[in-house]
């Protein structure tokens, strides 16, 4: 059964985000692979780093190796000018958290001349950690950002969360929930930016080629559709719980309109 929404479902994200990111980024490549060959190939390629807790972050509590020490029974214990005989005694260990850096994988698109292998175009959909300010993922994302950008690669970026921070550029994005990037080689450091809010389907927007090939048109409401329906969130996803992060007041009063009359549309 198709969405509530008639774009991004704003509740993927606090409950279903990294087997969608994942999905989303295959459902691409499907969309994008008959169309390019055999002239290009489009990868699914990924990066591994290692996420270290922040001060914020609750840390995950691990029990550490403990040392018993026992004192025995009459062993004296000194101190100022008497002298006292020590009891037998038990040190008990106590739980200690430490904080444990996680191993992040992440998953994202190149599309290669198939001649040659050159890189022509990536297309990047960011994650949580990619968004979350001074993090590992930041930097690392950050990182494979710029060098794109130092080079004659294309970049697309996609940002379908509401939440976190957005991605760095010297003017304010326009007001909006979502947003994608198309960063031509040939054009920079200007980018096109695509914006659009939670009540609006998401936009085709373009996928830029070699000079001598026309931009593909990449419909990404179809890609959401076809992900939706094949991860069946119409059952998995909980439409009870909040939306997280939470919908402005008249942002919550329409998403629950749409979800009643989803629910009175809804098999039984």
């Known amino acids: 059964m198709p969405s509530p929404f008639p774009g ?18 295959s459902e691409i490549s499907a969309a994008l692979v008959p169309r390019v060959r055999p002239k290009y190939v489009v990868d699914i390629e990924e990066r591994v780093y290692f ?21 025995e029974e009459g062993e004296p214990v000194t101190g100022g000018t008497a002298t006292a005989v020590a009891t037998k005694a038990t040190i008990k260990p106590i739980s200690i958290p430490l904080p444990m850096p996680e191993k992040v994988r992440e998953v994202y698109l190149t599309v290669r ?79 096109e930016a695509y914006a659009w809010t939670l009540r609006h389907p998401l936009p085709t927007i373009p996928i830029p080629l070699l000079s001598e090939d026309p931009d593909l048109p990449l419909d990404l409401q179809a890609v959401f559709n076809a992900v939706y329906d094949r991860a069946g969130y119409d059952y998995v996803l909980d439409y009870d719980r909040p939306v997280e992060p939470p919908l402005s007041d008249e942002d919550a009063q329409w998403a629950q309109q749409w979800l009643e009359g989803w629910r009175e549309k809804k098999p039984s």
């Open 113 to 191: 001349e198939r001649e040659t292998g050159e890189v022509v175009t990536v297309i990047e959909v960011l994650s949580p950690n990619n968004k979350k300010r001074n993090s590992d993922g930041w930097r690392e994302y950050l990182s494979k950002r710029e060098s794109v950008l130092l080079s004659s690669v294309h970049l697309v970026e996609l940002d379908l969360l509401r939440g976190g921070d957005r991605m760095p550029t010297k003017k304010p994005l326009p007001e909006a929930d979502y947003y994608a990037l198309v960063c031509r080689a040939n054009l920079r450091p200007i980018a």
């Open 8 to 25: 991004m479902d704003p509740f993927i994200e606090s409950q279903r985000w990294r087997g969608f990111h994942d999905r989303f980024i």
């Open 51 to 71: 996420e270290h807790l922040t001060a914020e972050d609750p840390p995950k509590v691990i029990i550490p190796d403990v040392t018993v020490v026992e004192q």
